[in-house]
Each structure stands twice: as structure tokens, then as C-alpha cells.
């Protein structure tokens, strides 16, 4: 192993040791863990990553890591990638048991507010919901990388597999960390609790629903759930 990918694995172990105390601190149980390599060297990317995180453009994903995490009876699956050692936002993925009458995506709305893009009655009660409201609110949007940062375009999507359940996916924010970044898996399932006690969540199967908006780890996801 060289200097580099001594360095980005140092990296990755500072991240990995971090979200385990964030799961710890929160009663949150890791019941499994997963190093995927996309490239043979880890180290590929372990400068060039740290360019574009200070310069901007686009980045690849060389490695990610799989948590699988179990509280009150829910499983969530936390997508946390690099580039090299750089830390790239990640996603949480989970299947909530019951569903929405519509797909529904959250949006950053005006000053700190949240906005549902969904149909207009069923925003107008998540809207009032303050379970709900008060859960959506702590999420966050904006994930810094070096002098640069990345402003997701939402936060959350929720939508029917027509099962009677629901694929909830939310974009990774960062919630503090210094060396680290604090993904704050407590306030996604904060959200899951909340969504699962909505009035309009039914248990009664619905017909399958189109994504509004895309995300990177959805057939890996799909590919552990199966």
C-alpha cells in the first residue's frame, strides 16, 4: 500500500468511525457494513478530487461505503461515497411501510421553510402536519467540500412501490464534523417516523409511482433490499 492509499484509507476510517459514534450516541444499531471498490487503486482520484473540491467540476465516485442501520423496527441503508479521500455526499435509502397518494419530493422553500412538490391537497397536509413539519425541517441541503459546496436540489423523495410501502430516499447534508462529516442518520429516521404517522400514509396498496427526481444509489439499494 503506498503513501496515497494509505492516506485515503485513513480517510475512509475517520468517516466510517465517525457515523458508527452517530449511530451509537443515538441508540441506532449497525447490523452490517459493506467496502465497495469501483477502481482497483484506491488511491485514483486522491488529488484530483481534492482540486475539484476546491475548484469545482465533476467528480467519480472510486469507492463507497454500505451501513445498514436498524431502530424501532426500521432499516435504513446509508450510501457513503469518496473520491479518493474526498468525502462526496451520500444518500439514505429506506422502505417505509405504507404509502402517499402521489410521489412527493422535498424542496428548500423560502427563507428556512421546506416545499413539498406533490399534488396540491396532499402538500397542504403535510404542510400542517406538525409531526411532519417539524421532522422535514432539520433536514438539510448543503454538503462542503473544501472552499466549495454542494447545494442539493432536494432533500427527500418518497414514493409508492405498490406494495403498500414506500421508497424513501434522502440526499446526505452535512449536520457538523470537523475532520468528519456528520450525516445525522437520527433526523432521517426522525423523518420516517413522522412520514409513517401521517394521516395520509395508507397501508393499503397503491399503484406503483414514477421518481420525480433521480438518485445515485437506488439499484444498489434495490439490489440489497431484493
Known amino acids: 500500500m503506498n503513501r496515497f492509499e494509505k492516506n485515503v484509507q485513513a480517510g475512509l476510517e475517520r468517516q466510517k468511525e465517525?457515523?458508527?459514534?452517530?449511530?451509537?450516541?443515538?441508540?441506532?444499531?449497525?447490523?452490517?457494513?459493506?467496502?465497495?471498490?469501483?477502481?482497483?487503486?484506491?488511491?485514483?482520484?486522491?488529488?484530483?478530487?481534492?482540486?475539484?473540491?476546491?475548484?469545482?467540476?465533476?467528480?467519480?465516485?472510486?469507492?463507497?461505503?454500505?451501513?445498514?442501520m436498524e431502530?424501532?423496527?426500521?432499516?435504513?441503508?446509508?450510501?457513503?461515497?469518496?473520491?479518493g479521500y474526498v468525502c462526496l455526499p451520500g444518500e439514505f435509502h429506506a422502505v417505509?411501510?405504507?404509502?402517499?397518494?402521489?410521489?412527493?419530493?422535498?424542496r428548500k422553500g423560502f427563507f428556512w421553510g421546506r416545499k413539498w412538490k406533490t399534488e396540491e391537497s396532499l402538500a397542504a397536509v403535510l404542510k400542517a402536519d406538525r409531526q411532519v413539519a417539524r421532522a422535514v425541517k432539520a433536514l438539510k441541503f448543503i454538503w462542503p467540500i473544501?472552499?466549495?459546496r454542494i447545494v442539493h436540489d432536494?432533500?427527500?423523495?418518497?414514493?409508492?412501490?405498490g406494495?403498500?410501502?414506500?421508497?424513501?430516499?434522502?440526499?446526505?447534508?452535512?449536520?457538523?464534523?470537523?475532520?468528519?462529516?456528520?450525516?445525522?442518520?437520527?433526523?432521517?429516521?426522525d423523518v420516517l417516523s413522522a412520514l409513517s404517522a401521517s394521516s395520509q400514509c395508507t397501508r393499503e396498496p397503491l399503484p406503483t409511482q414514477e421518481y420525480l427526481e433521480g438518485s445515485q444509489f437506488g439499484v444498489q439499494f434495490f439490489e440489497q433490499f431484493v
Open 163 to 189: 406494495t403498500g410501502q414506500s421508497h424513501v430516499v434522502h440526499q446526505c447534508a452535512r449536520y457538523g464534523g470537523f475532520l468528519t462529516y456528520h450525516v445525522a442518520p437520527a433526523i432521517f429516521f
Open 154 to 161: 432536494w432533500a427527500l423523495q418518497v414514493v409508492s412501490m
Open 146 to 148: 473544501g472552499r466549495a
Open 71 to 83: 431502530h424501532d423496527g426500521q432499516r435504513v441503508t446509508l450510501f457513503q461515497p469518496y473520491e
Open 18 to 68: 465517525s457515523i458508527y459514534k452517530e449511530c451509537g450516541k443515538a441508540g441506532i444499531e449497525v447490523t452490517d457494513f459493506e467496502e465497495v471498490v469501483l477502481t482497483e487503486d484506491r488511491s485514483a482520484g486522491a488529488i484530483s478530487g481534492t482540486l475539484k473540491s476546491i475548484f469545482g467540476g465533476k467528480t467519480k465516485v472510486t469507492v463507497y461505503q454500505r451501513y445498514t
Open 96 to 106: 417505509l411501510d405504507g404509502a402517499f397518494e402521489a410521489p412527493m419530493l422535498l
